[in-house]
């Protein structure tokens, strides 16, 4: 897809002092901070004027590549700090995909002129919050085990839940969420309901074999 496609800048000093601008801005949202201070309409109104004024330059096609690089460097490092927690997976997963919709949003907000009158007005081309979840979920996949973990973790939920225990049902629920948006819930599904069957099959097992141990002590 775009995102993926190296931008070419050329020798044009404006076009690279506006990126620079607009860059400034978004990195303070994929770092998770707002653009902020008294003057903080004015700065969100300033970045959303910038985007504007190169996309009827005629340049939104490189930035639009950016763009979407930025967003796709941002989801990669979330990825990279899920794959080394060794705390709560399922609340560290929940917080990081609530931060990375936060920030799809206001990215797409600034952007709100290269992402309606450009990217969706280009056939196939998916507009900045499509652009966000790609990258999250293109870096969750990418991140060695981490996508299993998350399964495991979210089963072994779903288990505990089962057998009266209690679990972080919000977390849970936001992962669900995160898959379902992702496209990666029916495999989760599939193996939840397995796990489900050969669970209350043991359970009807068990419970058989007290009845059959009762009917012979009756005899």
């Known amino acids: 897809m775009a995102a993926e496609v190296a931008p070419t800048w050329g020798g044009d000093e404006w076009e690279r002092e506006q990126w620079s601008r607009v860059e400034s801005a978004l990195c303070v949202i994929t770092s998770g901070g707002e653009i902020v201070g008294s003057e903080s ?4 109104e300033e970045v959303y004027r910038l985007v504007e ?3 009827v330059e005629g340049m939104g096609d490189r930035l639009y590549e950016r763009v979407a690089r930025l967003m796709f460097g941002a989801a990669e ?7 080394q927690e060794r705390g709560d997976l399922l609340s560290a997963v929940a917080a990081a995909w609530r931060a990375q919709a936060s920030q799809t949003r ?4 600034a952007c709100l002129y290269l992402d309606r009158a450009y990217a969706r007005t280009q056939p196939g081309m998916p507009g900045l919050w499509e652009v966000g979840t790609a990258a999250f979920r293109s870096a969750l996949k ?7 973990a998350v399964h495991s973790a979210l089963g072994q939920a779903c288990a505990a839940e089962r057998e009266g225990g209690e679990i972080d049902a919000d977390s849970a629920r936001e992962c ?3 898959l379902a948006a992702l496209r990666l819930y029916e495999e989760f599904e599939r193996s939840v309901v ?3 069957r050969d669970a209350y099959a043991a359970e009807c097992r ?8 009762d009917a012979a002590a009756d005899a």
């Open 176 to 178: 669900c969420r995160m």
């Open 77 to 83: 490092a979330k990825a990279r700090a899920l794959g």
């Open 41 to 44: 309409m004015a700065c969100r």
């Open 206 to 213: 068990r419970l058989a074999s007290l009845d059959s141990g």
């Open 106 to 109: 206001a990215i797409e907000a």
């Open 53 to 55: 004024d190169v996309c």
């Open 142 to 148: 990418a991140e060695p085990g981490l996508e299993a």
């Open 194 to 196: 397995r796990e489900a």
